[in-house]
């Protein structure tokens, strides 16, 4: 696909991830998204539970064929990052949106991609095999001796990234 052709089947996914999500919140949650300035928003703690249970559900419930699972996975983050973050206390729109805090939400998007490599147990058991077959030519080295290499290396980054 060229790069608009790309950009269309992007534009796609965006829309069904917001259908979807339009279609498992009640009205009242999409009354907040849509509400006049800084009063009615919901609390932080409570946006960040609302959050990380809706990127989980729609997750769950929405299938991507056309794009992969690391897309799939991008593009409901960030859609629900920018729904959770219109129904924060002093939140606000993609729309009001300063270049900073859209920087900063990219940059957010893309961590938690990168960081499901380390903390989702599927994602890090493809990481620690891929690691493993890059070295597993090592001379005289036993194939599990190298996947427990792998293993611990795998859970060391983890830990630094945090």
């Known amino acids: 696909f060229d790069e608009a052709q ?37 609390p932080d703690h409570l946006a960040d539970i609302l959050e990380q249970r809706l990127v989980e559900l729609v997750r769950q419930q929405l299938f991507l064929p056309f794009v992969d699972e690391q897309d799939s996975k991008r593009i409901i983050q960030c859609i629900v990052v920018l729904i959770v973050n219109g129904m924060r206390n002093g939140g606000h729109s993609l729309h009001e949106m300063k270049p900073n805090e859209l920087r900063a939400l990219r940059c957010s998007v893309f961590m938690k991609g990168v960081l499901d490599k380390f903390y989702d147990a599927e994602e890090r058991e493809k990481l620690i095999e891929s690691v493993t077959g890059m070295i597993k030519n090592v001379p005289f080295v036993p194939l599990p001796i190298l996947h427990a290499v792998s293993q611990r290396l795998i859970a060391f980054v983890g830990k630094e990234i945090e």
């Open 6 to 42: 790309e950009q269309e089947i992007f534009e796609f996914a965006t829309c069904c991830t917001l259908e979807h999500i339009v279609r498992v919140l009640p009205n009242e949650f999409i009354l907040v998204v849509n509400r006049e300035g800084d009063a009615g928003g919901i």
